[in-house]
C-alpha cells in the first residue's frame, strides 16, 4: 500500500504520531465557527458535494434497515458540532458523538438533541466508552488524517463497537483524485478503493461498499460488520 502514497505524506503528522492534545486543540480553535465555516462553497470539505453526499447515502441507509435502527444505538465517532448525529437521531433508539475536541463538543450540547449523549473522547476507544451500537458514523475523512496504520484501528474500533449485524458509514479521500481535486492536502493519506476494502476486512468487517465516481475527491465508504 505504502507504494501509492504520496512523498509528502511521509512525514508523520500530529494525527499519525496521535498526539491528541494537539489534535484537540486544533479543533477547539475551530470549533464556534465550524458550521459557519461549511456554509462557504468554497470550503474545501464541501468540494464535489461531499459532506451532502455523505448525508444523503446515510439516509438511505438507515431508511434500507428502519427496524434495526430504530432498536439500535448510532454512534457519530469524531461528530464535531453533532451536525450528522442531528440528522437521523430520530431513527435510532439512542445516540452517541464523541469528539476529542471539548469545544466541538461544547457545541454539539448547546443542541440539547432528544436521546444524545455527548462525549469528548478518542474515537480509537469507542468500545470503552459506549454499549454496543448498531452504526457507526464517521464524516470527515479521519481515515485519511490518521494514515494507513491509524485507519486500521480507527476501523478496529468501530467494529468492535458494533453489534454483529451492525454497519459502519464513513469517507476517505480518493486517491485516484488526489492530482485534480481543487484541494488537495498533501499531508493526508489519498486511498484507492481496493486499500480501503482491504484494511476494513483486516478490521473484520465481512462486507464493503466505496460510493464515489473517480473525480470524486471524497469517496464513502460502507462495511458491514
Ligand atoms: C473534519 S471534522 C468533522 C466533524 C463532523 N463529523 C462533521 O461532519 O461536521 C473532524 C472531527 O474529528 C475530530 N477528531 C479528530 N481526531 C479524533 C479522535 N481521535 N477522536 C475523536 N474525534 C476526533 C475533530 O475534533 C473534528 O471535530
Given amino acids: 500500500m505504502s507504494g501509492t502514497r504520496p512523498a ?26 465550524w ?10 470539505l464541501q468540494e464535489g458535494e461531499a459532506y451532502l453526499k455523505f448525508e444523503r447515502l446515510l439516509k438511505r441507509c438507515v431508511a434500507g ?15 464535531g458540532t453533532g ?45 470503552r466508552l459506549e454499549r454496543p451500537a448498531g452504526v457507526v458514523v464517521s464524516r470527515g475523512v479521519l481515515l485519511s488524517h490518521y494514515g494507513e496504520e491509524g485507519g486500521l484501528e480507527f476501523l478496529r474500533a468501530a467494529h468492535e463497537v458494533l453489534v454483529p449485524t451492525g454497519f459502519l458509514v464513513t469517507d476517505f479521500l480518493n486517491a485516484e483524485a488526489r492530482t485534480t481535486a481543487r484541494h488537495a492536502p498533501g499531508d493526508k493519506h489519498w486511498f484507492t478503493k481496493l486499500e480501503i476494502q482491504s484494511l476494513a476486512r483486516a478490521a473484520g468487517f465481512s462486507q ?18
Fill in 83 to 127: 451536525l450528522v448525529l442531528a440528522g437521523v437521531i430520530e431513527r435510532f433508539a439512542w445516540g452517541m458523538g464523541v469528539d476529542i475536541s471539548p469545544g466541538m463538543i461544547a457545541v454539539a450540547r448547546r443542541k440539547q438533541l432528544p436521546k444524545a449523549t455527548w462525549v469528548v473522547g478518542d474515537c480509537f476507544q469507542l468500545k
Fill in 65 to 79: 434497515r428502519r427496524e434495526f435502527c430504530a432498536g439500535n444505538g448510532v454512534i457519530d465517532a469524531g461528530c
Fill in 8 to 33: 509528502a505524506a511521509h512525514a508523520s503528522t500530529v494525527y499519525e504520531r496521535r498526539e491528541l492534545a494537539a489534535i484537540a486543540a486544533r479543533w477547539d480553535a475551530r470549533a464556534d465557527s
Fill in 35 to 44: 458550521e459557519e465555516a461549511l456554509q462557504d462553497p468554497d470550503c474545501h
Fill in 208 to 225: 464493503v461498499v466505496i460510493r464515489g465516481r473517480v473525480a470524486d475527491r471524497v469517496h464513502q465508504v460502507i462495511a458491514e460488520a
